[in-house]
C-alpha cells in the first residue's frame, strides 16, 4: 500500500473519523463540567491550574477497561483523583474477570465492585444506594459507543476515550441522549492540559497573532516503525479495523495534533484530502503514516503530518511545540 494514494476510496471513511473526532471536540469539551447540577464553587478569576473547587463529595466513580498493563488506565486514575473531585470505588478493569478483580482489590477496591463486566457492574451500581455516578471507558475504540450509550441510559456521566464513535451518527445520538437526560459527555485529550496551550489559545483570542491563516502539525514518531505489535496485544488491536476502526495513525495520534490545532485557534475544519500509507504492510489497510491537507471555515489552510512508522527526531512534546511555536514567534499570523 506503500506507493497508493488514498484520495478516493477509504478517505470518505477517514473524513467521517475525523468529523467524529472533530464534533468531539465541540461537543463534549471540557472533562470537569460534568452538569450544572453537580454545584461546583469555583472562585472567581481561577483557571484550572490553580485548583480551588470543590465538589459536595467526590463522584463516586467506576472504570470500564484501564487494568493491569493497559496504556493509559493508570493515567485516568492518576488525574481523575489528583483533587478530590473523582473517587474510585467499582471498576470492569479488564476482560479477564479473575485478573480484573485481583487488579481491582490491589489498587483498593472491595472485591465485590470487581464486576466481571460493564452490564453486570451498572445493574449491580443502580441497585446500591451509594451506587456510581461517573464512569470513564478506556477499552479499546470499538467498545466505546455502545458503553457509552449504556452508561448514559443508566444515568451516569461519561469519560470517554477517543474516539467516542465511528460515525458522525453515532456520535450525534450518543450527544442527544446525554442532552435529554442532562447528562455530561467528555473525551479525553490530556495534551490539552499543558498551560502553554491555554497561553497560546489566550493570545488568538485576544488577537495578538492577527488572522490565523495557515495551521501546521505534526504528531510523528518512530515507536511503532517495526512490527512491534506481532508481540503485543495492546498494540495489536490498533492495527486490527474491526476494533481499531477505519484508522490507525490518524486516529490515534493525528487526532491530538487536529484537537490541539482548533482548540488553540478556534478554527473549524471544513474539508481535507489525506494521502496515507502502511510502512509495515502488515498494517494493511490501516495506515502508520499519513499526511493530510485542511481547509478551515475561515479560509485558513494547513496540513498535518501523522506518523509511527519512521524514526524521526521528533516527540509528542515537539509535536505540541509545533503547534505552538509558530503562534508564540508571530509565524501563523497575518
Ligand atoms: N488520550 C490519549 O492520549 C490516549 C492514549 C492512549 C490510549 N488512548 C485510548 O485509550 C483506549 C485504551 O487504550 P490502551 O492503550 O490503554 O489499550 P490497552 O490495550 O493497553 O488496554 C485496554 C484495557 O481494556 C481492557 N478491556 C478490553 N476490552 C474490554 C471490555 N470489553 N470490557 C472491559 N475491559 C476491557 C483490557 O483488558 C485492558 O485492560 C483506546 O481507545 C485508545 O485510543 C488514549
Redesign the pocket.
Known amino acids: 500500500m506503500t506507493d497508493k494514494f488514498d484520495v478516493k476510496g477509504d478517505l470518505e471513511n477517514i473524513f467521517q473519523f475525523h468529523l467524529v473526532l472533530i464534533i468531539c471536540s465541540i461537543f463534549f469539551r471540557g472533562v470537569l463540567h460534568l452538569s450544572n447540577e453537580l454545584a461546583f464553587t469555583r472562585h472567581q478569576g481561577v483557571n484550572m491550574f490553580n485548583v480551588e473547587f470543590r465538589l459536595a463529595a467526590p463522584l463516586r466513580w467506576a472504570m ?10 493508570n493515567i485516568h486514575r492518576n488525574a481523575a483523583q489528583r483533587y478530590g473531585l473523582f473517587n474510585l470505588v467499582a471498576g ?5 474477570a479473575e485478573r480484573c478483580r485481583d487488579f481491582g482489590v490491589a489498587i483498593g477496591l472491595d472485591a465485590d465492585r470487581c464486576y466481571a ?2 452490564h453486570e457492574m451498572f445493574e449491580c451500581e443502580a441497585q446500591r444506594e451509594d451506587g456510581i455516578q461517573a464512569v470513564s471507558i ?4 470499538c ?2 459507543y455502545e458503553m457509552t450509550k449504556a452508561a448514559l441510559e443508566h444515568g451516569l456521566h461519561v469519560v470517554c ?3 467516542i464513535t465511528f460515525t458522525v451518527a453515532e456520535a450525534e445520538e450518543l450527544k442527544a441522549l446525554a442532552e435529554e437526560k442532562n447528562l455530561a459527555i467528555c473525551v ?3 495534551y490539552t492540559g499543558h498551560q502553554i496551550l491555554h497561553q497560546a489559545r489566550e493570545m488568538v483570542q485576544r488577537g495578538e497573532i492577527g488572522q490565523v491563516r495557515v495551521i501546521n502539525t505534526m504528531y510523528a514518531h518512530g515507536w511503532h516503525n517495526e512490527e512491534i505489535e506481532a508481540t503485543s ?2 498494540l495489536k ?1 490498533r492495527v486490527t479495523p474491526a476494533v481499531a476502526g477505519p484508522s490507525y495513525v490518524l486516529g ?1 495520534t493525528g487526532t ?1 495534533a487536529q484537537y490541539l490545532a482548533e482548540f488553540v485557534t478556534g478554527e473549524k475544519l471544513k474539508r481535507l484530502c489525506c494521502m496515507r500509507q502502511s510502512f509495515i504492510e502488515s498494517r494493511a489497510p490501516l495506515e502508520d503514516n499519513a499526511h493530510v491537507m485542511m481547509e478551515y471555515e475561515s479560509g485558513a489552510v494547513g496540513t498535518m503530518w501523522s506518523l509511527l512508522s519512521t524514526v524521526v527526531p521528533c516527540t509528542p512534546i515537539k509535536s505540541v511545540w509545533s503547534v505552538l511555536k509558530p503562534l508564540l514567534s508571530g509565524g501563523m499570523s497575518s
Open positions: 470500564i477497561g484501564g487494568g493491569r498493563g493497559s496504556q493509559i488506565g470492569a478493569f479488564d476482560v479477564d463486566n460493564y478506556a477499552t479499546p475504540n467498545f466505546h476515550e477517543k474516539p479525553t485529550y490530556g496485544p495492546g488491536w490515534d491530538h
